[in-house]
């Protein structure tokens, strides 16, 4: 299973029992899986097997999913507003005391006014409506497998980006490995350095107690602890990348782990080539960080 990015964008469209409708599915980056949907009226219903179905194709990201429709074939009936029409025949005999010389009213003279006679549209049967809510879910399943192979087609790239950046981190631990071995010599040079600018003034130190703040120094600069970590979590994410997945939390994880040990790395560093290193590892881990952000 490959890895895949949290950003993508799906359409679909389809007709069933003369309605017509689209999806429109959009993600971007998010810390969990969070989801966003517009559906129009009377069709509110579908909310939660939209989340269900939403659910189980993506693990992660900010979701939106908005659906219109719109009828193209809905069969309209004939409506008598029989309360309204109560009410005017019942005001009858006092319009016809108040104007004596007009014509009484007609049957179609009385349909004719406005709000007695409503064009309505018929509501669909359960089987119509239940049928066309399956298709419309069938075509929400279509846009997020859409969406879904757009993610993963994104993350393939992503994935040759952070082996890049991996690799480059791994080529920089190896040169900070073969500046750190260097480092107990350099230590002591400088110390000799010092303690010879200072034996006009003070006593010079025996070779036994510089040997001891040589080592206690050495000790304090010693890199291999950081070096084998450095190692370690480059291991794991390589594992990560190639296993592919929801990893993009785990990854998360190791790139503070790495950033840990790059800052300890340069904190001991004596050397300002190996500090340069340093810093080089630093700046490629916040561009590992930065695409690892964009990972499922």
Do not use: Y
């Not at 309360?83 to 016809?96: G, R, S, T």
């Amino acid at each position: 299973m490959a890895i895949s990015s949290m950003t993508g964008f799906a359409r679909t469209e389809g007709q069933s029992a003369g309605c017509s409708w689209t999806w429109e599915v959009r993600s971007v980056n998010g810390k969990g899986l969070e989801v966003r949907s517009r559906l129009p009226a009377g069709f509110e219903a579908l909310e939660p097997q939209v989340r269900q179905r939403i659910a189980g194709t993506l693990k992660r990201g900010n979701i939106g999913a908005n659906l219109t429709v719109a009828w193209i074939e809905r069969p309209a009936g004939v409506r008598v507003n029989t309360e309204a029409l109560h009410q005017i025949v019942a005001l009858l005999p006092d319009i016809q005391r108040r104007l004596p010389d007009c014509l009484p009213p007609s049957p179609d003279g009385l349909l004719n006014l406005r709000g007695i006679i409503e064009i309505v549209d018929e509501q669909p049967t359960e089987e119509t409506r239940a049928a066309l809510d399956e298709a419309i879910l069938d075509g929400l399943d279509q846009s997020l497998g859409s969406l879904a192979a757009m993610r993963r087609d994104e993350g393939a790239r992503m994935a040759t980006v952070l082996e890049g950046h991996l690799e480059r981190i791994a080529g920089l631990c190896r040169e900070a490995n073969g500046l750190a071995a260097a480092q107990p010599a350099a230590i002591m040079a400088r110390l000799v350095e010092q303690v010879g600018a200072l034996i006009s003034t003070i006593p010079a130190l025996p070779e036994d107690r510089l040997a001891q703040e040589v080592a206690l120094l050495a000790t304090k600069a010693d890199l291999r602890e950081e070096l084998d970590r450095l190692k370690a979590h480059h291991e794991a994410a390589m594992a990560l990348v190639a296993g592919g997945g929801p990893v993009g939390r785990k990854l998360e994880f190791l790139c503070q782990e790495f950033n840990r040990e790059a800052n300890t790395l340069c904190a001991k560093s004596a050397d300002v080539q190996l500090t340069r290193v340093g810093i080089d590892i630093k700046a490629t881990i916040d561009q590992l960080r930065e695409q690892v952000q964009n990972i499922e």
